[in-house]
């Protein structure tokens, strides 16, 4: 049962880091992509039709956390305060800007709302930087770490690989005068094995916070697992399923403008 | 526990989840109308019930995605500032979190991405089932959210092991009573919340006069249809639960009613059972919102049973302005009971943040006051400007009208305007 609750937090935050962490990396890049309004709508189309299905694997994520790890989420949380909170002000600014940008059709109010999406963007890659630095404090009841300069470079590294994650999805889904642009970017390599190569970058992110966790130390009750866990199997290949399906309808490229 | 960094983190939770619940009651409430509307749509094929899917699920979408990212916050608040609550509960009321998570938000979000950006992409059949996924879901989250709140108001199910709590009957846990009356009777105000939004922005276009007469009658008539047996429901499931609450909770209602007599009995016999303290909520704050929740009932039902009448005749719906105005400022209404109906039940609850087991000063987390100042100025702030960008962008949106509607627009009409470059 404990393994099988690791595994499950493994599957969601590692889901999570590829995922949103290819949406979290195109926003960063939102201006040095898209020249332009025009482009910038497309950037943005790239990232919209699939971010609610991406970020909620971050939910899941500390939803299993609590669930299956209780004392360790108030523990890691508590101890990461200051990331956490930036990290969230910076979700929280990127949706906003995703979710406004459309609904006002005036330059000004879209150019604001991309500021917001690529400074939130930026914001969340800097928190979960400054996460992957200070995963090794938690537990032990410390009120976070205080970074040195080896650390922010460590961190600031961190963010790095989420925008050239970015870099490689906007690859995938962007062709035109944008799609051009990322190709010369990323040079010879091509835009799938960029994405391969980012997500396998990405993962070893999840992996580095999660190996240095006292996971089996503070999983939840016996009772606990039994009831959840298994309930928790039960739902995941309906999940699993939705999103194939969902990554099936936006399979192609983005060929013009969306919603957002 | 410094006890600046707990009235910092109560005010921080505080302002999260009432924010959060402004938003979810129309979210739910819009979700159900919204479902029906399509379900009209895709049956009857008519262009009206497809305009006013289009139409009434944008307002959703502003509120649903502006409202979504306050919930996002509040789910890690759990950890950031009550790490003493997960590490004694978290064996029985993390799960419940955890299944909410998973077992609906999960869904929801996949499928509302789905919604707006399956249309003209999807077959109709299959786009509606993807509205009826969004609502049945999202009432699933409710019930979810509804079972980690109950077991803070009544625990159940469980038994004390050393310093924390351990599950042992998760099905007292999920049939909790205080879990399933409040999950009826918030039910019930999420539908009276969004029939009279549904009825006051129908309203204010037939007193401006739009062109779009068909649209609105339909629109305010069902708005009403639904708000009236929805206050009547609200009503009926928040008296029932009273005597329940009584129970589980006197000091709760002896608060409410402001008993002096009652409320000194209850402090000394939690003397006499925890030890010294005070036990007792803020007369003034649960008094006050529990009269404000139920003051409201009666000019809600009578306008209610008012328009119910008036509808009836189509020329009244269409030029009574005086009427318009009255249901155009009933808007607000239904989220100020719904604001002072939570108000009184978590205000009464405090100062437990699980009833009779841990103190709400005993669960904060071991942060700085200065770092909880700083977190709560930002989500502060971030909040209070995502309420008025809300307001600002649903009025805006609602008052231009179905005709301005680019949700599920064709793909020629959507890109008319970038060809008229």
């Known amino acids: ?260 | 526990m410094d006890a600046e960094t707990l009235d910092l983190a109560r005010w921080q939770f505080a302002l999260t989840a009432g924010a959060h619940f402004l938003f979810v009651a129309l979210t739910l409430g819009l979700s159900v109308l919204l479902a029906f509307m399509q379900t009209a749509a895709t049956f009857t094929r008519k262009p009206v019930h497809r305009r006013m899917t289009r139409f009434w699920g944008q307002l959703y979408l502003i509120n649903y995605g502006l409202g979504i990212v306050t919930g996002l916050v509040m789910e890690f608040q759990f950890g950031l500032s009550w790490s003493g609550l997960t590490h004694y509960a978290g064996n029985v009321f993390g799960a419940s979190l955890a299944m909410e998570t998973l077992v609906a938000f999960f869904i929801e979000s996949t499928f509302l991405g789905l919604w707006i950006f399956g249309w003209n992409k999807v077959n109709r059949w299959v786009h509606l089932a993807f509205i009826w996924i969004v609502t049945i879901t999202a009432y699933a989250s409710a019930y979810w959210i509804l079972v980690t709140n109950g077991f803070l108001q009544h625990p159940t199910g469980y038994t004390v092991d050393g310093d924390g709590l351990r599950l042992v009957d998760a099905v007292a846990v999920l049939t909790n009573p205080s879990t399933l009356y409040a999950f009826f009777h918030i039910l019930g105000g999420a539908m009276v919340v969004g029939g009279f939004f549904l009825a006051g922005i129908s309203a204010f276009h037939l007193f401006r006069r739009t062109p779009e007469h068909d649209f609105f009658v339909r629109s305010l008539r069902t708005g009403i249809a639904v708000a009236v047996p929805a206050v009547m429901f609200t009503v009926v499931s928040g008296g029932i639960q009273m005597g329940y609450v009584r129970q589980i909770q006197p000091a709760k209602m002896a608060a409410f009613s402001g008993s002096e007599s009652e409320l000194a009995a209850l402090q000394a016999e939690a003397v006499a059972r925890f030890g010294p303290g005070d036990y007792l909520p803020s007369v003034a704050a649960v008094r006050g919102a529990g009269l404000t929740m139920i003051m409201l009932f009666l000019p809600l039902l009578l306008l209610g049973g008012i328009s119910l009448l008036l509808m009836a005749f189509r020329p009244v719906v269409l030029r009574f302005r005086l009427w318009h105005a009255v249901l155009m400022a009933a808007i607000p209404l239904p989220f100020v009971a719904m604001i002072a109906g939570w108000v009184f039940r978590e205000m009464g609850r405090q100062p437990w943040v699980v009833t009779g087991l841990l103190k709400t000063s005993d669960a904060v987390s071991d942060v700085s006051p200065t770092a909880m100042r700083a977190s709560l100025i930002a989500f502060g702030s971030v909040f209070a400007l995502l309420l008025l960008v809300n307001y600002w962008l649903l009025f805006r949106t609602a008052a231009r009208g179905p005709a301005a509607a680019t949700l599920g627009a064709e793909p020629a009409e959507a890109a008319g305007p970038v060809l008229a470059y």
Do not use: N
């Open chain 1, 1 to 260: 049962m404990e393994y099988a609750a690791v595994a499950l937090l493994a599957l969601y935050g590692l889901g999570y880091l590829v995922l949103g962490g290819a949406d979290i990396g195109a926003g960063m890049l939102l201006f040095a992509l898209g020249k332009g309004d025009r482009e910038r709508r497309l950037v943005v189309s790239a990232i919209a039709p699939a971010f609610l299905g991406t970020e909620v694997w971050l939910v899941a994520t500390a939803g299993v956390l609590v669930g299956a790890f209780p004392s360790l989420e108030g523990e890691l949380l508590t101890a990461l305060f200051p990331a956490v909170v930036t990290l969230l002000i910076g979700w929280v600014v990127r949706d906003v800007g995703l979710w406004s940008r459309g609904r006002v059709d005036a330059r000004g109010w879209r150019t604001v709302c991309d500021v917001a999406v690529c400074a939130g963007s930026w914001t969340v890659a800097g928190a979960w930087g400054l996460v992957f630095v200070g995963a090794g404090e938690a537990g032990i009841g410390r009120a976070g770490p205080v970074p040195g300069i080896g650390s922010l470079m460590l961190a600031a590294l961190v963010a790095a690989v989420f925008a050239c994650h970015g870099l490689g999805y906007a690859g995938l889904r962007l062709g035109g005068a944008v799609g051009a642009r990322v190709a010369r970017t990323a040079g010879r390599i091509g835009a799938w094995r960029l994405y391969a190569l980012t997500s396998a970058a990405m993962a070893l992110v999840g992996l580095g916070i999660g190996t240095r966790l006292p996971l089996l130390e503070t999983v939840a009750d016996g009772a606990t697992l039994a009831v959840l866990v298994p309930a928790l199997l039960v739902v995941t290949p309906f999940l699993l399923a939705a999103q194939a399906g969902m990554w099936w309808l936006f399979r192609g490229r983005v060929r013009g403008p969306g919603y957002f």
